[in-house]
């Protein structure tokens, strides 16, 4: 397997409005978590969900994102926006600070945030010596499309060891 592609790039703090489901499979259940994510995707593409969000969006960028909350795994589909929404939306604040960030395509969103997430922390976060993460969101963040596959990159916040 060649190196993963990865970057450690500083960003500003940033603000994203995610609509989520808690994900009950145990977090080592690789297939029933994808199987989850999908299904939650599907659904928010059919009740108009994802439009919502792309309405208030500030550019085009699709969040997926993963976050702990009260000991619960919870998954978003979000966008970038100062904007709120119901009460069954979210905002996830991501720090300012150091982000590793990983770069890929796949052929489809769901086979993009699946391989991003398996690069980012089987090979990335494990090379990684002087940075570590610590918890908060991560994010797989699709940003478009070019030669008939999805492009985009994970972003996760590290801190200095």
């Known amino acids: 397997m060649k190196m993963a592609d990865y970057i450690l790039e500083e960003k500003e703090s940033f603000t994203v409005l995610g ?21 939650f995707w599907q659904a928010i593409k059919q009740d108009g969900g994802l439009d ?56 489809t969103a769901d086979e993009l945030s699946n391989m991003l997430t398996g690069i980012a922390f089987g090979q990335v976060l494990p090379e990684v010596k002087d940075f570590a993460y610590v918890g908060g969101p991560n994010a797989t963040v699709e940003m478009g499309h070019r030669n008939g596959l999805v492009f985009g990159e994970m972003w996760i916040p590290v801190v200095k060891k």
Do not use: C
């Open 19 to 39: 609509l989520g489901t808690e994900l009950k499979s145990d977090y080592t259940d690789y297939a029933g978590i994808n199987k989850e994510k999908s299904d």
């Open 52 to 107: 919502t969000l792309k309405s208030l969006a500030a550019n085009d960028y699709i969040f997926a994102v993963n976050e702990a909350v009260n000991n619960k795994m919870m998954h978003y589909a979000g966008v970038m926006t100062d904007a709120t929404l119901s009460e069954e939306s979210r905002v996830i604040q991501f720090p300012k600070g150091a982000y590793v960030v990983v770069k890929g395509e796949a052929k």
